[in-house]
Every structure is written in structure tokens, then in C-alpha cells.
């Protein structure tokens, strides 16, 4: 399901989407190494100590790999045909080889002249081979392993990819876990599959994962139905929602509500009052909130994948911000003040215009799903929101630790109204899969989180049905007026 999220309709993708056009969220890649950045003319990006410019990269397929040359320029790679085992010269083992650091006749500063002089990275490669005297006495696999190594130090490969949920959420917990609450992505998955989400569904989405929950919720749904997402604090936080690229008609079935109304809402004192008597400054809410992400991401800019995501989300904002800050003396300054106060209200209208409709939404109660991930004790969060949600439908929560999934699950268990509860820890191990040296890799992820799934049932239809109620009771009558077992008497045998 990476592609679910392309096209908003039935019809067949067009051929243009398979090709990167300028603007467009990409994920660039290296090895195993990830980074989401913004397809910009003339701007410099930095990924793994290397330099470039994304212009030429523009109008070529996803997938296309391509070689960083001088000048930061990137040109797309033509493929070579490796030679064949045949031609390899190999020793049998690696007895006799000794590791005394003298075995490469080039020292480094001969490396840094053939950098200088503009050699490409493959030939500085096949260079140390050509200088390297214990080279053809190791074995074919241990020159392989050489030549892997030698490679990824000095060749500048780098491969274009289109985001998806599994890549996003792969770049995400190797580079900064802790902004998505260490969710490990094969966790992520559980949670999408457990959930049923599927196109056409309800869902409500509760997260403090920088968007990722709420973005892969959004491509599995393609487009088709509606998503509430509940947020804390002043305004929801997309960053990582921002690198999926979705089209705008996928913004049209996204609703957020704030989460502090939600108890008003249970009780049925939540009105639109509510949402106007907010502090006036509370309209720069997304704003700000962007401004603060930029301030939490700005120190690791060089390599932070959400940086470049979280730059470019509100830029006219950032722009109007620059030049209210200036002295409003000139009657231009004051004009663009006076445009930048009703393009504020303006937004402020439309937020509590889509908070209406939320509200809306979840006062039908009958939700197809509920997601929560985040921070905060699930507890509260889960007791609170499965009341939007209609009966016999699936409900998962994520935490980091079990212990509060614990407390959950004994809170719903004394609740009732629901079944099915599981508790659950997904074990991880990645394999190396390679002729003749298949093997279980020797590091592996420590855990992943935590969830708790299950499904909702209605608790009151025994109350409202008195059929049901009298058979119930019959029952129970049956069962207390049941005699006792009668003992047998062992027949006395004559002695």
C-alpha cells in the first residue's frame, strides 16, 4: 500500500506522477540511510557529509539513482555490468593475510590530490584495488565485503525515491525515534492492520508522532472518507504528515478538533461560543507551532529529515511575520498589516469553521476505528474517546511502555463494553539474505512498543431489551434452584 496515497480517484495514475516535478517531497537515500527533503531549484541540501543542488534531478523518474559531481551537481548514474566470477582472481582463505596497516601502497594524501584533480569515486576505488597487495589473496566474499566498503566511502550514490508510509516511518526511528515516540515500523504496520483501516472509513486519530500515524492513516485511506484528529495544545503538529505530498483533495476529508473540548463535547455542553471565546492570538496557532518546530529542528539542520519539510509549510507566514516586525510607518508596511490582520482573521473563520465540523462528525458517535499514539497516559485518553466510536469496531492503542497499557487494560476490563483485548510486543530481526551467507543479523532493534487492541460492543443493549433481561434472570433463577449432587453410598463389602 506505499502508492494508496497517489491518486484521489478510481482512475489509473497518470504517467506524469511516476516523474519528480519541482515542489514535490522526495526521499533521498544512501545505503540504509533516509532524509525527506522538498524538490527546490538552486537550493543546497547536505546529506551524509555531501553537498548538492536537487535541479537536475527534476523531470527524472522515482527510483533514478544518481552520482554527486563537482559543483554539487547530480547526474543520473549509467549502470556497468559487474564482472563475472569467472574473471575474479580469489584466494581460498584468509590464513596468511595480516592486518599491519601497510598493504595499501596509497596514503591518504594521495586519496585527497585524486579527489582534488576530480576523479570520480569508482576510480579512486579501483585504484586502491590496483594498489592493494593483499587484495587477490583474500577470498571471493572477502573482496566483495572490500569493495562494499571502499564504495560507500568514496562514491557519492545517491538513489530518488517517492515517501511512503514504510520509508518515512523507516527514516524516522533510525534518525530521530524520539519524535515518534519510538514507534518502530513494523509496530506501525500492526497498528494499520489491527485498526482495519481502509478506504471509506471514519477514523479518529489521536497522536503526538509528528504526523506520521495520521499520514499513513491518510494513505491507506486514498483519499476516501474522513479522518478526525484530535491535538493537543494550541494546533496539531504535520510535520512528518507534510512529507507524504498528498494532493489537497486529501485534505478535504481531514477534520481536527482540539482535545481539551472533548470532555464538553461527552457532556453535551460544547458549543460554538466555545471556540470564539479562545484567545485572539490563538488563530497564529499553526504558525507559531511551525515556527516552533523549525526552532526544535533548526539545530540538526544539516541532517534532519523534517527540517526542509517544516521550512517550506507556511512560508507566506514567515514572510508577513518579517514585515509586521518592521516600524509600520510607510503606508506600504501598514497595507501589508492590515492584509496580514485579515488574512489572519480569515484563517481563524476557516479553523472554527472545520472545528464546527468535527464536532459534528464525532457528535454522531459512530466512528469506524480509533488510533491513539502518544505521549500521554492512554488510560484517560481511550475511556474518553471510545465513546465516539460505534459498536463492533476495532480500537489501538500505542505505547512506548507497557506498564500503562497495562492499567488500561484492567480499567477496560472493569468498564466493560469491550472484547477481543490483546496485549502485544511485535519481535524484530532482520536477516541478511545472500548466497551462500544467509545469516540472522548480529545487531538488532531492543523493542519496538507496546500495543493494545480490541474491539468496542454496545454495554447497554441487555438494559434495553426485557426479553432479554427476563432470560437472564430465568437463568440465574435455573441456576441457584439446581439441588446439590447427591453423595453415593459405597456399598459395604462382608469381610
Given at each position: ?443 538488532m532493534s531492543g523493542g519496538g512498543g507496546y500495543l493494545l487492541s480490541g474491539f468496542t460492543v454496545a454495554m447497554d443493549n441487555l ?33
Amino acid at each position: 500500500m506505499e502508492d494508496a496515497g497517489e491518486s484521489p480517484g478510481p482512475q489509473p495514475p497518470h504517467p506524469e506522477d511516476h516523474r519528480i516535478r519541482d515542489g514535490d517531497f522526495v526521499v533521498l537515500k544512501r545505503e540504509d540511510v533516509f532524509k525527506a527533503v522538498q524538490v527546490q531549484r538552486r537550493k543546497k541540501v547536505t546529506f551524509e557529509k555531501q553537498w548538492f543542488y536537487l535541479d537536475n534531478i527534476i523531470g527524472h523518474n522515482y527510483g533514478t539513482t544518481f552520482e554527486v559531481t563537482n559543483g554539487g551537481s547530480l547526474q543520473p548514474k549509467k549502470k556497468k555490468e559487474e564482472p563475472t566470477s569467472e574473471t575474479k582472481e580469489a584466494g581460498t582463505d584468509n590464513r596468511n593475510i595480516i592486518d599491519d596497516g601497510k598493504s595499501q601502497k596509497l596514503t591518504q594524501d594521495d586519496i585527497k590530490a585524486l579527489k582534488d584533480k576530480g576523479i570520480k569515486g569508482e576510480e579512486i576505488v579501483q585504484q586502491l584495488i590496483e594498489n592493494s597487495t593483499t587484495f587477490r589473496d583474500k577470498t571471493e566474499f572477502a573482496q566483495d565485503k572490500y569493495i562494499k566498503k571502499k564504495k560507500k566511502k568514496y562514491e557519492a550514490i545517491i538513489t530518488v525515491v517517492k515517501p511512503s508510509t514504510r520509508i518515512l516511518s523507516i527514516m524516522y526511528y533510525a534518525r530521530e525515534p524520539g519524535k515518534i515516540n519510538h514507534m518502530r515500523y513494523d509496530t506501525l504496520a500492526q497498528m494499520l492492520t489491527l485498526g482495519n483501516i481502509r478506504a471509506g472509513n471514519k477514523m479518529i486519530v489521536m497522536e503526538t508522532c509528528a504526523g506520521l500515524v495520521l499520514g499513513a492513516v491518510m494513505e491507506r485511506m486514498g483519499g476516501f472518507g474522513s479522518i478526525i484528529q484530535l491535538y493537543p495544545g494550541g494546533g496539531p503538529v504535520r510535520a512528518a504528515t507534510a512529507c507524504f505530498g498528498f494532493p489537497k483533495s486529501f485534505l478535504s476529508g481531514l477534520y481536527e478538533f482540539p482535545l481539551n473540548k472533548v470532555d464538553s463535547l461527552l457532556n453535551g455542553t460544547f458549543s460554538a461560543e466555545m471556540l470564539s471565546s479562545e484567545p485572539k492570538d490563538s488563530a497564529s496557532v499553526e504558525e507559531s507551532n511551525g515556527t516552533l518546530e523549525e526552532k526544535q529542528t533548526s539545530e540538526q539542520e544539516n541532517e534532519d529529515s523534517v527540517a526542509e519539510a517544516q521550512e517550506r509549510h507556511h512560508p507566506q507566514e514567515q514572510e508577513t511575520m518579517e514585515i509586521v516586525s518592521q516600524d509600520p510607518k510607510e503606508p506600504k508596511e501598514r497595507g501589508s498589516k492590515k492584509d496580514y490582520i485579515q488574512e489572519k482573521q480569515r484563517r481563524q473563520e476557516e479553523q472554527r469553521k472545520r472545528h464546527l465540523e468535527a464536532a459534528a462528525l464525532l457528535s454522531e458517535r459512530n466512528a469506524d476505528g480509533l488510533i491513539v499514539a502518544s505521549r500521554f497516559h492512554p488510560t484517560p485518553l481511550l475511556l474518553s474517546l471510545l465513546d465516539f466510536v460505534a459498536p463492533s469496531r476495532p480500537f489501538v492503542v500505542y505505547c512506548q511502555y507497557k506498564e500503562p497499557l497495562l492499567e488500561c487494560y484492567t480499567k477496560l476490563r472493569e468498564r466493560g463494553g469491550v472484547i477481543n483485548l490483546r496485549l502485544s510486543e511485535t519481535w524484530l530481526r532482520n536477516y541478511q539474505v545472500l548466497p551462500d551467507r544467509s545469516h540472522p543479523k548480529l545487531l538488532m532493534s531492543g523493542g519496538g512498543g507496546y500495543l493494545l487492541s480490541g474491539f468496542t460492543v454496545a454495554m447497554d443493549n441487555l438494559k434495553a431489551d426485557p426479553s432479554l433481561k427476563s432470560i437472564a434472570s430465568t437463568l440465574e433463577l435455573h441456576k441457584t434452584e439446581e439441588p446439590a449432587a447427591k453423595k453415593r453410598k459405597c456399598p459395604e463389602s462382608d469381610s
